[in-house]
């Protein structure tokens, strides 16, 4: 099994979203002890955000400045990790009601037609089906019911484009309320980390 391990909060150590992504893959590790883990940091390598310039590169990157081929490599690289994936653990705190910054450019990486995608005559077609993506996702209110759900544009976006690349199996490990008091943050990180201990979201493909 191939695992692939993404984190995007920009916390360190403080962010509970790369806590619970260390426990979801370790509980993997210990289910499979086989698993293959392949970590990205999306903060720590500073990933470009997409350019028009990246688009129009040629394949094969001849003439192309040494800096931006740089960076089209490491943007093809990580789009192959994801290709080869069974697994993808993704940390995806809400910032702002969305995703982080960092994780939209990775998620650019790997939205390429041909690759991830397709269209057709009968509409577009996902080409990444029969993996797994876990997404550890944490917010500092309440966005998962009630009027606040409105403004969620942080999972229902990863639902959307992991679905847009043919991705059905989606499951979230939620940690909410996280700003509104030390009691309500330490019983969300309880309660996400019994979800993962208890192995509900970790029902991966043999």
Known sequence: MNVLHIDSGILGEHSVSRRLTAAIVSQIK???PDAKVIYRDLVSERLQHLTGAQIMAPADLDGVDPALASDVRTGRQ??????AADTIVVGAPMYNFSIPSQLKAWIDRLAVAGKTFRYTEAGPEGLAKGKKVIVASTRGGHYSAGPAAAMDHQEA????????????????????????????????IAEAEKTIAEGNVLRLAS
């Open 78 to 83: 990580m789009l192959e990790e994801f290709l």
């Open 157 to 188: 976006y990863l639902r959307t484009v992991f679905g847009f690349f043919g991705i059905t199996d989606v499951e979230f490990v939620r940690a909410e309320g996280l700003n509104l008091g030390t009691d309500q943050k330490q019983f969300a």
């Open 30 to 32: 210990a289910d499979r």
